[in-house]
C-alpha cells in the first residue's frame, strides 16, 4: 500500500500553466522528498496528490486505482499541517482523536489508535495536556499523530518544520525519519531545504517552474547531477 502514480499530471491556474504534464511514480513505502525555489510548484504537486486542487489535465492513480476524480477524504492519505493547525482549547487527545470522531468511529476503536500514535511519537504522558502547554516539537508530534491515527497509505507533508527554530528542525527531521522506519508508510515531504532533502530522501525529486530537472537517490544527485541547476541545488562539486 502507498503507491502514488502520476501520468502526464497538469496543473493550470488560469492560463499560466504550474505544473507542465509529470510523470512521476512514487513507490511503496518510499521517502519522497519534492525540492526547489520557492514558486517551483513542490506544494501545488502535492495538494494535486491530497486532492485538494484539481488537475487540468492527466491521472493520478494509488495503489493502482484510479483516484484522479476522488476527493481527499477517500484517497486514503494523510496530509500533515504545521502544528500551528491544532485546536487550542482541546486536549491532545480531542485534537487527535477529531478526524475520527468526523468520520464517526466507534469509540474503542478511536482509543486504539490514540495510544497507538502516541507510543510511536513518544506523547503517551501528554494527552490530557493542551497545546499550549507543549514545547513546539511536541506540538508538531501531535500534528503528525493526527495524521498516524487515519492509518494512511501516504503521509504527505508540506515544508513542517518551517516555522520550528533551527535547533529544533534537526530533532524533528530525525524524528521524522525514525517514524517513516518504525511506519514503514510512503511518505512525501516537500522542502526548500537541501539538508532535509539530502538527510531524509530515499528519493529526492528535483522541481524548476514546475518541471523535473531530476529524480534520483541523495548519492546519484551528489554523484551525477544532470545540469548545474541540480548541481547548485543539491551542492554538489559539478
Ligand atoms: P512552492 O510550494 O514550490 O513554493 P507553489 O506550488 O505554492 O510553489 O506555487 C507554484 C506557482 O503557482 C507559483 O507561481 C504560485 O504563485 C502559483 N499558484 C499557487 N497556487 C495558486 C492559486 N491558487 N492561484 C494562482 N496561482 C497559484
Ligand atoms: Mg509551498
Same mark, same amino acid.
Given at each position: 500500500m502507498g503507491r502514488i502514480t502520476l501520468d502526464k499530471v497538469t496543473k493550470k491556474f488560469g492560463d499560466v500553466e504550474?505544473?507542465?504534464p509529470l510523470d512521476l511514480t512514487i513507490n511503496d513505502g518510499e521517502f519522497v522528498v519534492f525540492v526547489g525555489p520557492s514558486g517551483c510548484g513542490k506544494s501545488t504537486l502535492l495538494r494535486l496528490i491530497a486532492g485538494l486542487e484539481d488537475v487540468t489535465d492527466g491521472e493520478i492513480r494509488i495503489d493502482g486505482k @484510479?483516484?484522479?476524480? !476522488?476527493?481527499p477524504a477517500k484517497r486514503g492519505l494523510a496530509m500533515v499541517f504545521q502544528?500551528?493547525?491544532?485546536?487550542?482549547?482541546?486536549?491532545v487527545r480531542k485534537n487527535i482523536a477529531f478526524p475520527m470522531k468526523m468520520a464517526g468511529m466507534p469509540e474503542d476503536e478511536q482509543k486504539r489508535r490514540i495510544e497507538n500514535a502516541a507510543r510511536a511519537l513518544n506523547l503517551t504522558d501528554y494527552l490530557?495536556?493542551?497545546?499550549?502547554?507543549?514545547?513546539g516539537g511536541q506540538r508538531q508530534r501531535v500534528a503528525i499523530g493526527r495524521a498516524i491515527v487515519r492509518e494512511p497509505a501516504a503521509f504527505l507533508f508540506d515544508? @513542517?518544520?518551517?516555522? !520550528?527554530?533551527a535547533a529544533l528542525r534537526v530533532g524533528m527531521r530525525m524524528e521524522i525519519s525514525e517514524l517513516h522506519k518504525k511506519l514503514d508508510t510512503t511518505m512525501i515531504y516537500v522542502t526548500h531545504d537541501q539538508v532535509e532533502a539530502m538527510t531524509m530522501a530515499d528519493k529526492i525529486v528535483v522541481l524548476r517552474a514546475g518541471n523535473i530537472e531530476q529524480v534520483g537517490s541523495p548519492l546519484e544527485l551528489y554523484r551525477n547531477p544532470r545540469n548545474t541547476f541540480v548541481a547548485g541545488f543539491i551542492g554538489s562539486p559539478k
Open positions: 504550474v505544473i507542465p @484510479p483516484a484522479t476524480d !476522488l476527493p502544528s500551528y493547525a491544532l485546536y487550542p482549547h482541546m486536549s490530557d495536556r493542551r497545546p499550549g502547554q507543549l514545547s515544508e @513542517p518544520l518551517s516555522n !520550528l527554530d
